[in-house]
């Protein structure tokens, strides 16, 4: 999604973006066109290798001819050009059921996570004219017109204003947010019409999941309360930094902040191992405190969220649209499964895991014994004294392998509820990010002021009203 500038004029720690200007459709009736115009050219695609296939004397299948590359390929780039809602259910897709999907459409919804289409320049002045009004380049000495990072739900752009503050400036994309229920609706008919999807494995959760998620981030105005909310959590925490809001050249779909200079988290993999292993700990850390002590959490674990400014050695927190409160009871639930799984209490442990819809009464005993064996596996591994080697270690693979196994011999897909699933995808999205830098971290010390009966004294130091 970025590449580093290689001019002389370039600033360190700042990135650019590679990618394409291509207009982002606004309107429903031109969102649907582009749904329907990816489904005419799927069935195309098909009809085209089904007359191959009859013609070298084979008989096709329907789902090969589905999955075949031309079709992957065309999926990915329709759901890239329409953004929004569109392509956050693949990225959400991607994350969450991964393990579950068949590995071509994987794959190909992965890819979605990496796009970098970005608004034209006529289209970027229309809505920055839109919500500042005319003449507002005059507040700038540097407005930098191709964007730093884009995304599902907008783009961000450089400036500089005449007072000298250097700026992050994110523009959100027309239309996205009139079009998430309609959206999430005609993509999930149209994943679902594919066949693409295994037995058992039901969308729905998914698409609630999306709906709130997108309704949220495409709040800017809840978003800057969550800033600045974060930005007074971590003032004394010499580890992070937050950027400044700067309101008065915020709306509803502008969020202007300050601007951090720092590189893509990943490039941490070329830093020692001193330092790969300080920043891990302080994301672990800083997402225990989230779910324990704050209750309230940034969710979305996606990688471009983070950056690393060298100098300072601290991690800048970019994002915060996806942050949501947790449930006090959810956190208490939390903190009883990790103390009854690393005290190997599988009576607590199993009461834990009902509460927060890991297992459920329903499930047929055998799939409940098989997770309670898959429970008792990680927590052996968590309750170990030495260093997790996340580059080295299969716990994760052990795991999503025993599960699929699971999954396929009872023809269902047990999935937790949504407030847990955020939850579980900002920890596995740390687990990711860990194998990617091959950090060495002493989790069990990370642990260690949770393992006691949970005490309800542990509040959030800050009111953050999210309403």
């Known amino acids: 999604m970025y590449k580093r500038r290689v001019d002389a004029g370039s600033r360190p720690g700042f990135w650019a973006l590679s990618g394409r200007a291509v207009k982002v459709p606004s309107g429903r009736a031109a969102r649907l066109a582009h749904l329907g115009g990816l489904s005419l050219g799927m069935l195309g695609n098909v009809a085209g290798q089904g007359l191959k296939e009859l013609g070298s004397g084979r008989r096709p299948a329907?789902?090969?001819?589905?999955m075949?590359?031309?079709?992957?390929?065309?999926l990915a780039r329709k759901l890239a050009k329409m953004r929004g809602a569109a392509m956050k259910l693949g990225q959400l897709l991607s994350m969450d059921s991964g393990d579950f999907l068949p590995s071509e459409l994987a794959m190909i919804l992965q890819r979605l996570r990496a796009e970098a289409d970005f608004m034209p320049p006529k289209q970027l002045r229309d809505v920055l004219n839109h919500e500042w009004g005319m003449g507002w380049m005059g507040w700038f000495s540097r407005f930098d017109v191709r964007p730093m990072a884009a995304a599902s739900i907008g783009q961000v752009h450089y400036a500089v204003i005449k007072a000298g503050a250097a700026l992050a400036i994110k523009v959100q994309y027309p239309g996205v947010r009139n079009s998430i229920d309609s959206d999430i609706e005609n993509v999930s008919a149209l994943i679902t019409w594919s066949g693409l999807l295994p037995p058992g494995l039901d969308l729905d959760p998914f698409l609630t999941?999306?709906?709130?998620?997108?309704?949220?981030?495409t709040d800017y105005v809840r978003e800057a309360k969550q800033l600045l909310c974060f930005g007074e959590l971590l003032s004394g925490d010499t580890r992070f930094a937050v950027p400044q809001i700067h309101a008065d050249l915020s709306t509803e779909n502008i969020l202007a902040m300050e601007f951090?200079?720092?590189?893509?988290?990943?490039?941490?993999?070329?830093?020692?191992?001193?330092?790969?292993?300080?920043?891990m700990e302080a994301l672990i850390d800083l997402s225990l405190k989230e779910l324990f002590d704050f209750k309230l959490m940034q969710t979305d674990p996606n990688f471009a969220n983070f950056l690393y400014d060298a100098k300072s050695k601290r991690v800048v927190l970019l994002d915060f649209g996806a942050t949501r409160p947790v449930n006090a009871a959810l956190s208490a639930a939390y903190a009883r499964y990790l103390n009854a799984g690393l005290a190997g209490n599988e009576a607590l442990m199993c009461s834990a895991a009902l509460t927060l819809g890991f297992l459920n009464e329903a499930m047929p005993q055998s799939m409940q014994d098989e997770f309670v064996e898959m429970m008792h596996i990680a927590f052996a591994e968590l309750a170990k004294d030495q260093v997790f080697q996340f580059g080295q270690n299969e716990l994760a693979h052990d795991l999503q392998q025993r599960g699929l196994q699971m999954a396929e011999r009872s023809r269902e897909v047990h999935l937790p509820p949504p407030e847990t699933l955020y939850i579980q995808r900002k920890m596995a999205g740390l687990y990711l990010?860990?194998?990617r830098l091959k950090a060495e971290v002493g989790l069990k010390n990370l642990l260690k002021p949770y393992l006691h009966p949970y005490d309800q004294g542990r509040s959030e130091k800050v009111d953050c009203n999210l309403a």
Request: glycine share 4%; no cysteine; hydrophobic share 35%.
């Open 62 to 66: 329907l789902p090969q001819l589905l």
């Open 68 to 74: 075949s590359p031309q079709n992957m390929s065309l």
């Open 209 to 217: 999941l999306a709906k709130e998620q997108l309704h949220e981030e």
């Open 260 to 279: 951090m200079p720092g590189q893509p988290i990943e490039d941490l993999l070329q830093f020692p191992t001193e330092d790969r292993r300080a920043v």
């Open 433 to 435: 990010l860990g194998r």
